[in-house]
């Protein structure tokens, strides 16, 4: 059994759900905020659901203020913001520390277990590399979340098969996913 299917983690009402759930799904994993210039892929995230859930598609969004405070709120007022908007019906989970030591234990081993993809060579891929490269020079050399909407792509045997940084065009995400589906 894929260690992924080990961990618990909360819904967005605090009760426990384990991956093992998710069993023979494939899984895009997401830490999101709602005040992110990356925000808008909600509505890309919602297009991929819709479109691959009955194949076996789940996204599981983890609300997650630890980038510039870009998701204040309650988990309530979060899960209303995204489903006002951008009309998400994909779970929405607790929010979470993806990095530190109160990173979620899901985060830490995908963390543990993927590397840094780099940013895209787009605008803001740009922005963020050269905000993170003042900041620690060495940054690409450490596997930590850098932003929100990094994605994980999990097959249906509960092995890690990509990371998506948050400039990741998302038609390439779309690809991937429909590539393991």
Known sequence: MSAIYDFTVKSRKGAEIP??????KVLLIVNTATASGFTPQYKELQEIYAADHDKGLEI???PCNQFGNQAPGTNDEIHTFCTGRFGITFPQLGKIEVNGP?????YKYLTDNTTFAGFDDNDMGKLLDDMFSKADPGYKN???IKWNFTKFLISRDGEIVARFEPTTSMDTVKEKVEAIL
């Open 102 to 106: 109160g990173a979620d234990p899901l």
């Open 142 to 144: 450490t596997s930590s």
């Open 60 to 62: 599981l969004d983890f």
């Open 19 to 24: 991956l093992s759930d998710y069993k023979g």
